[in-house]
């Protein structure tokens, strides 16, 4: 009859261990199974508490380092939601400023904003997403790329015809 009660503590653990996933219900379950073994072959009740206690421990100390080590997913963390576009490139639909424009992100429109304060990005051009602000994506020149193109200094005056740069060219004629 001892051993009955063991299993229905494994099969108690068991179900823990599915929710917990963590591989220490696990060894307490074969600790479980080692005192139902224990109560089996005629063991009193002092034998069958330390044979359990006794594999479990081994269990916790030895063989599930070896397992979390062995099933640890290996490699980079994937990044979901908005921080999986971080990093990304994105193709500028409206001119990208420091105060706004959109860029077209992961096949969705995006209100972006440069990284840089003066700099600016025409239609068109291919940026890398550095950022995530809220729903704005913040953008930066793509690595090995010419820097995004500053603002457009007022052009010249031009002396031929005699006017400022901010007035507009009369025709001639």
Known sequence: MAALWWVIGAFVLAGLEVFALNLVFGTLVVGALAGALAALLGGDFTVQAIT???????GLAVVRPVLVKRFKVEGRFTATGTAANVGRPARVLAE???????V???G????ARTAEPAA?????????VVAIDGATAVVAAPAGSPAAQAP?????????AGTPPSAPRQPEG
């Open 52 to 58: 359990a206690s006794v594999v479990s421990l081994i």
């Open 120 to 128: 600016r990005f025409p239609v068109g051009a291919t940026v890398h």
């Open 104 to 106: 077209k992100l992961a």
């Open 108 to 111: 969705e429109e995006w209100s």
């Open 96 to 102: 990208v400023t420091e105060v706004g424009g959109r």
């Open 152 to 160: 457009p200094a007022d052009p010249p005056a031009d002396p031929a």
